[in-house]
């Protein structure tokens, strides 16, 4: 009876391998509670992060030794995150993910923004942290707006830096294709009306405050979102591996328009959202990217959001 059952279980694993959709994880997005605001995490997929060709100010044997100490070896999957803000009467989405230029890895924001409950119509605002591939990528589908309904709204000297054609002209040859993506990704939004840009720090909705944050690109801008006594802070890449970059603060990446500006504001918000205890909704640490940071010395602990399976009950 015993070798029937084994038999059985075998069969049945072979069968459940074949399933559609094998080897695949569920729809992905977490919701969250902050105040009275539903936060949803919302997974784009996730790439094999080069780190061994894109990390600079840090030694391979340190990149060995932070990965080493969190079970991990490169290539390293990244997660690429997006977040909704959903107020009971606007939905704003915080990035778009990848869309179709990160290949089949990517591109899964709008089923599981589906998944989720919502229908892309319904979203009213898309805050972007800048303009990478991997953060406005979802704003188009076949040349045409994804968020027919959305305003996208963005800080004005990102807005300038990547919509410029002097700026591709100037910039590193490797970046070419960021600029092209950039205009391509926002050109639909912009015909329509639907295309504005914010200075500085500004009150973006009641609660949604924008927080310049420059360096790996000149506008880079992060968003405190705050409802009661809870804030949340969206802040777009500050960290790309966050094995590598909580451990070693000073490590940059290719992708920085200014390392040492970079440098300086990963360190200032890491300390910043760590002595205010804030949630962070991060772009690239592992989904949902929700959590906190535990100072530890000079480096910095992920501590991710416990998992609620009913968080708005």
Not at 58 to 70: F, G, M, Q, T, W
Not at 90 to 106: E, M, P, W
Not at 119 to 125: A, C, L, V
Not at 224 to 243: C, F, P, R, T
Request: aromatic content about 8%; charged content about 20%.
């Amino acid at each position: 009876m015993l070798l029937v059952v084994g038999c059985l279980g075998i069969v049945a694993s072979a069968a459940l391998a074949n399933e559609p959709g094998a080897g695949r994880q569920p729809p992905g997005f977490y919701r969250q509670q902050l105040g009275s605001l539903q936060i949803v995490a919302l997974s784009d997929g996730t790439h094999p992060f080069p780190i061994d060709t894109v990390f600079r100010d840090v030694s391979k044997e340190a990149i060995r030794r932070d990965l080493d100490r969190e079970f991990l070896e490169p290539p390293v999957q990244g997660s690429i995150n997006a977040f909704l803000i959903d107020t009971g009467s606007k939905r704003i989405l915080v990035d778009t993910g990848a869309g179709v230029l990160y290949g089949d890895c990517c591109g899964k924001l709008l089923a599981n923004l589906r998944a989720a409950g919502y229908e892309p119509g319904q979203i009213d605002e898309v805050l972007l942290t800048h303009l990478h591939k991997d953060h406005v990528g979802g704003l188009v589908s076949n040349g045409r707006m994804t968020f027919p309904n959305a305003t996208v709204r963005v800080n004005e000297i990102e807005a300038k830096y990547w919509l410029d054609p002097d700026g591709k002209a100037q910039a590193p040859a490797f970046l070419a294709s960021f600029f092209d993506a950039a205009a391509a990704s926002v050109a639909p939004y912009v015909a329509a009306g639907r295309f504005s840009t914010f200075r500085g720090e500004a009150t973006l909705a009641p609660g949604i405050r924008a927080v310049p944050m420059p360096g790996h690109t000149p506008g880079h801008t992060a968003y405190l979102i705050e409802s009661g006594n809870a804030g949340l802070l969206a802040w777009g890449d500050i960290v790309h591996v966050a094995a590598i970059q909580l451990q070693d603060t000073a490590a940059t990446v290719q992708y920085d328009t200014d390392a040492d500006a970079a440098r300086r504001t990963r360190r200032d918000t890491l300390a910043r959202v760590a002595g205010k205890r804030y949630l962070v909704g991060a772009a690239h640490i592992a989904f949902p990217g929700l959590g906190h940071l535990r100072k530890d010395g000079e480096r910095y602990d992920w501590v991710p959001v416990n998992y609620d399976a009913t968080p708005l009950q």
